[in-house]
């Protein structure tokens, strides 16, 4: 599975954007996709992670009330909404696809280059 991140950018606090993370193969379905974050200085930290199917979703306390994943199988897709920006929220975000449903980005088989997100003040 190859993923690709789109959707990065500057925007103000309280600002929203969508991320989309669009994957090659067949086998789409199978995995578990998740959204992981790393700011500068810091380790690479979970944001949120959806089912197979999409029926179940997790997220970091940090983000949870303002961001959304959401994936459609039909287009080989993971998104993440995500609202009300702030400056804490800057990162690089990375999509990633594993088999289990875990927080832990160990068991993540593959991933993506990562895009960029900066909120300013």
């Known amino acids: 599975v190859q993923l690709q991140a789109s959707g990065g950018g500057l925007v103000q606090a309280g600002g929203s954007l969508r991320l989309s993370c669009a994957a090659s193969?067949?086998?789409?379905?199978?995995?578990?996709l998740g959204w992981f974050r790393q700011a500068p200085g810091k380790e690479r930290e979970f944001v949120a992670h959806?089912?197979?199917?999409?029926?179940?979703?997790y997220y970091a306390d940090s983000v949870k009330s303002r961001f959304t994943i959401s994936r459609d199988n039909a287009k080989n897709t993971v998104y993440l909404q995500m609202n009300s920006l702030k400056p804490e929220d800057t990162a690089v975000y990375y999509c990633?696809?594993?088999?289990?449903?875990?927080?832990?980005?160990?068991?993540?088989?593959?991933w993506g280059k990562g895009t960029l997100v900066t909120v300013s003040s």
């Open positions: 990633a696809a594993g088999t289990r449903y875990t927080d832990d980005n160990t068991a993540y088989d593959y």
């Open positions: 193969g067949r086998t789409f379905s199978r995995y578990v």
């Open positions: 959806i089912s197979w199917s999409g029926g179940m979703t």
